[in-house]
């Protein structure tokens, strides 16, 4: 049933369920429900480093 479906299938990509979602969070997610191991983070701490990243650089490109 269920467990099947997650464990053999492929989420729906984030942003055909919300156009509103922005590509870059689509990618993280995706990246985060991979089913293949070298296609994930590889770690929590690289997934930390990837949303430092994005709000690091942000803060400059949105500071006054």
Do not use: M
């Amino acid at each position: 049933g269920v467990l099947r479906r997650i464990a053999d299938g492929r989420p729906r990509p984030l942003r055909e369920i919300n156009p509103d979602v922005p590509p870059w969070l689509e990618q993280i997610i995706a990246k985060l429900h991979a089913t293949h191991q070298d296609d994930r983070f590889g770690s929590a701490e690289e997934l930390a480093q990837c949303w430092y990243d994005l709000l690091f650089g942000w803060y400059y490109i949105f500071k006054w």
